[in-house]
């Protein structure tokens, strides 16, 4: 099914969600679904304002909106108690539908754990898209297949340069400089460099990247390649620790959970809860310090 050539692409976008429309939908938060000629899912969405985000679709450029709506039948929609719980069910239909036009949240190999267990006079790291039985340590899981990648990768490189320092980035491993972080690598670690890896990993903790950074600073290295290197490294650790463990272990404390391990198919939903739960206790706080008279200066416009 193609658009009409012969009339403008905004008035046929707007003809084909008017009458894919069954009933005007309510101002409510809620799911909507565009279904083609088939009854086959295309998209699942999320609105605060069902009607207004249904509707925008007729007036939609994006060439990738446009391709959808000239397959687009029918639209259903479900109203939900509030916005967050019309995440949460989005969530769980893209997980289960896959429509073709959605990208978010479909793929389940972009969450990894990463897991430990001493080998010999060393620690074995290994990553994996499943909770390994037999590696007494297991963290995660972290979403991401780039950033997760690359903050282990940063990880193994600092730990092998800790116990081994290296003037320049050229004598690293070849495992340790390849463009794929390697799934399984063997370093050597003290029992104290073995805790703050621990720390790291469960997210309580980032006093490993203030020692790296200490180390790096006052290490003399063979060239400037070598220095600007690590210092990209130490930024990958930063981001992955922030959205990886230290998120998660904010998900852990805040909403009470008992195992610090994630399952794949919680992540996505336990962050949207998250969310909510520090929104709630910012709106909190703002409202204590409104009542006590307190006035908060306005940080955005700074001169």
Known sequence: MTLDLFKPVSETQKDRINAAMIDTPPHDPGVYTFYDKR??????????????????????????VQRMVAHVHRIGYEICKSET??????????????????????KTETYYYIST???????????????????????????????????????????????????SAHYLPNQLVGRITPSRFKVQLSDETG??????LSGTSDLLISEFEDR???????????????ENELE??????ALGPERNNRIKEMLELESS??????????????????????NKSNTIVSGAGINIPDTKHTS
């Open 261 to 282: 391990l994630i399952q794949q198919h919680d992540l996505d939903d336990l962050q949207v809860l998250l969310s909510e739960k520090e929104s709630l206790l910012v």
């Open 195 to 200: 805790v703050r890896v621990h720390q790291f």
């Open 236 to 241: 990958q650790l930063r981001v992955f620790f």
């Open 216 to 230: 790096i600073t006052g290490y003399v290295f063979k060239d400037r390649f070598t220095m600007r290197y690590f």
């Open 117 to 167: 267990a001493r080998s010999g006079n060393k620690r074995e790291f290994r990553l994996s898209m499943r909770q390994l039985q037999d590696y007494p340590k297991c963290y995660g899981c972290f979403k991401g297949h780039v950033r997760v990648r690359k903050g282990l990768g940063a990880l193994l490189r600092f730990l092998f340069w800790a116990h081994d320092p290296i003037q």
């Open 39 to 64: 009854d086959q899912v295309l998209y699942v969405g999320k609105a605060k304002d069902l009607f207004k985000r249904i509707t925008s679709y007729r007036y939609s450029r994006s060439k990738k």
């Open 85 to 106: 719980d019309a995440i949460l069910l989005e969530n769980l239909l893209i997980r289960s539908l896959r429509p073709p036009f959605n990208t978010a949240n479909k």
